[in-house]
Nanobody, 125 residues
Framework: VQLQASGGGLVQAGGSLRVSCAAS????????MGWFRQAPGKERELVAA????????YYAESVIGRFTISRDNAKNTVYLQMNSLKFEDTAVYYC???????????????????WGQGTQVTVSS
């Protein structure tokens, strides 16, 4: 399985950005998907996650109402739409796949089996 993240960049505070993650080499619809981020000097944190069918989602409290995770199983792609971006959203964003058998997507990084290379999102204040 390979995950390729794209769409990061530099945006002003209050702006929007959409990052994408294309998967290859596996049965995409069999995996939960998550978006994590890691800022310098901080631990990697789960931002949003979506179940295999898209029927269950999770958002970190800090992004509720601003970020939306979605997936297109026909295109083997997961998206993270980020609106009303803040300076503190600046981080490297990683997509990840989990083969967990549970209905809801897991929240711990250790529960994810495959990781993309990350894409930098920088929000200027």
């Amino acid at each position: 399985v390979q995950l390729q993240a794209s769409g990061g960049g530099l945006v002003q505070a209050g702006g929007s950005l959409r990052v994408s993650c294309a998967a290859s080499g596996g049965t995409f619809s069999s995996f939960h998907m998550g978006w994590f981020r890691q800022a310098p000097g901080k631990e990697r944190e789960l931002v949003a996650a979506i179940s295999r069918s898209g029927g269950s989602t999770y958002y970190a409290e800090s992004v509720i109402g601003r970020f939306t995770i979605s997936r297109d199983n026909a295109k083997n792609t997961v998206y993270l739409q980020m609106n009303s971006l803040k300076f503190e959203d600046t981080a490297v964003y990683y997509c990840a796949e989990s083969g967990s058998s549970r209905y809801s997507p897991p929240r711990l990084p250790s529960s994810y089996d495959y990781w993309g290379q990350g894409t930098q999102v920088t929000v200027s204040s």
